[in-house]
């Protein structure tokens, strides 16, 4: 199809211009309702922010009214698809943490709220049910506590409620504060966190039990930079409720102690900002408050865009761990997950490991789309050939053949934190780890020394045992095959939760893998052919 405009105007042409237009007068003349309407949900898939918007300009409308209703329909979904692609933002992944009833809900709740994806259908149901709650005011963890409970009965909620969207950024929130799994998740979690946002409570009493020892502020703040959470956010929050609110003075104190405690965990406290708010009333949130003029530094917002923005390791040789294996009739077998590392795409060749088969990659898809290639972050099927379902399990790893294919583990040393176990933990243990997305009890073989778990310095070699609160070196060896990578290499793969009598007892990050080669490794014909 020849489109007159294609380069210099197309930019022009807003999704949500179209969209109006389509509502207004030209829904009339652009031909039926349906089809109107089917280009209209297209347009509304590919919301953006406001400011690049633009009515459709008068010399578009003779050229959309001379042809025919389709190739209309068509013509106005790939022009707001070549705005969104022209002025697509950065993706971001945020993870909140901090002590309970420090207004995580209510902060993240209010940033989704205002800036997010939640359907306006969604909210109007939820502020109703709110009013016969006799709720008086609607508070924004209300929103975010029933996506939960919505999410967590099973019901089917569309990853888009959890992002909202900065002047520079697309944030996605990796895991709802508050979840059941929510360590477990940040851990294992299916992605990396750019930055953190750690919520104090500002209150009198409330800041003094996140910070103490059994608080979780300083845990959660110890685990983002064991995981590679290099930036974080400061949020001093509930600054209304403090004496006198909105003190100067307590925002100071706080500061001053929780930057005292994140320089020994290991971050660079003049880098991180420290935003006082009110995630309920909204202060220094999106729009600086009066209430706290004597603060000069970034909003939330503004600290939100101040994010250094994260390389992406696409061109790291590719690591997909499996989620799941399909037969799908006519097509074959298709194992799905996400890429972590480098690329992947049609014609390649894939290694998988533990066992070694190596096969084709006939096609990929992402949202039931064929896509020339994948890159880091996109969960994706990938078609393969001459493969049966019974031969990929959930936890092997897709590589490719000709770049540092995965291997099977041997063994691997790895540093352990213990967070969470009532005894001592000595030679011989062999709790289930769970590393990416495989799942398989793992052998304490050697613990090898205990270190201080800041500064990485060692405390004694070869001890008996590790108990809550120390961390240590430990040889591991898996009881079944298994495919890790260290931490340094390929972060997704090289951090671990140990888990037992389900909880998370423990946390880890590899630093070094002893492979194995695989013996008698499958090579399917197609691949054959191709090496």
């Known amino acids: 199809m020849n489109f007159p405009y294609w380069d210099h105007r197309a930019a022009t042409f807003g999704a949500a211009g179209i969209s109006h237009a389509f509502s207004g007068r030209l829904a009339i003349l652009a031909g039926s309702s349906q089809t109107v309407s089917r280009a209209r949900s297209n347009v509304a898939k590919l919301s953006g922010p406001d400011e690049t918007y633009v009515g459709i300009g008068a010399d578009i409308l003779s050229f959309l009214l001379t042809k025919p209703q389709r190739k209309r329909a068509h013509f106005c979904f790939i022009c707001a698809r070549v705005v969104k692609m022209g002025k697509e933002k950065f993706h971001i992944n945020i993870v909140v943490i901090g002590h309970v009833d420090s207004g995580k809900s209510t902060t993240t709740g209010h940033l989704i709220y205002k800036l997010g994806g939640i359907d306006k259908r969604v909210i109007e149901r939820f502020e109703k049910e709110a009013a016969e709650m006799n709720k008086r005011s609607f508070k924004y963890a209300w929103v975010l506590d029933k996506l939960k409970a919505e ?15 900065t002047t520079k950024y697309y944030c996605t929130v990796i895991d ?17 966190a750019d930055c953190a946002i750690l919520i104090i409570d500002s209150t009198t009493g409330g800041f003094e039990a996140g910070i103490s020892k059994d608080g979780q502020t300083r845990e959660h703040a110890l685990l983002a930079f064991t995981l590679g959470v290099k930036q974080m956010i400061c949020c001093c929050n509930k600054m209304d409720a403090t004496t006198p609110k909105y003190s100067k003075s307590r925002y100071e ?6 930057s005292a405690y994140l320089k020994k965990v290991g971050y660079n406290p003049d880098k991180i900002p420290f935003v006082p708010i009110s995630g309920f009333e909204g202060d220094n949130m999106i729009e600086r408050s009066t209430n706290l003029d004597w603060y000069k530094g970034p909003i939330l917002l503004e600290a939100l865009d101040n994010v250094t923005e994260p390389k992406r390791p696409s061109d790291k040789p590719l690591r997909l761990p499996l ?4 037969k799908i009739g006519g097509i074959g077998t298709v194992p799905v997950g996400r890429v972590e590392t480098g690329v992947i795409k049609p014609g390649m060749l894939v290694t998988f490991a533990p066992t070694g088969l190596t096969t084709e990659v006939k096609s990929v898809e992402m949202h039931h789309e064929s896509l ?3 890159l880091p972050g996109d969960n ?20 490719d053949s000709k770049n540092d294919p995965a291997k099977e583990a041997a063994n691997f040393t790895a540093q352990v934190i213990i967070m969470n176990h009532p005894g001592q933990i000595g030679n011989g243990y062999a709790p289930v780890l769970d590393c990416h997305t495989s799942h ?16 990485g310095k060692e405390l004694e070699k070869e001890p008996k045992f590790l108990k809550n609160g ?21 972060p997704p793969l090289g951090r671990f939760a140990v888990r037992d009598m389900r909880q998370t007892v423990a946390v880890g990050v590899i630093k070094a893998v002893e492979k194995k080669e695989p013996s008698g490794a499958k090579v399917t014909k197609a691949a054959a052919k191709k090496k």
């Open 151 to 165: 999410r967590e009965r099973g019901i089917t909620i569309d990853i888009a409620l959890w992002k909202f969207e």
């Open 176 to 192: 709802a504060p508050g979840h059941r799994d929510f360590i477990k998740n940040m851990i294992t979690g299916t992605s990396q």
């Open 253 to 258: 104190e706080i500061m001053k102690e929780v």
């Open 323 to 326: 989620q799941d294996v399909y």
């Open 372 to 374: 020339p290639e994948a």
């Open 380 to 399: 994706v099927g990938f078609n393969v050939k001459n493969v049966a379902v019974k031969d990929l399990k959930r936890g092997f790893v897709a590589s």
């Open 440 to 455: 398989i009890a793992v052998k304490f073989a050697e613990i090898l020394t205990k270190v201080d778990r800041r500064s």
């Open 470 to 490: 120390d961390a240590g070196f430990v040889k591991m060896v898996p009881t079944k095959p298994m495919t890790v990578e260290t931490f340094a290499e390929y």
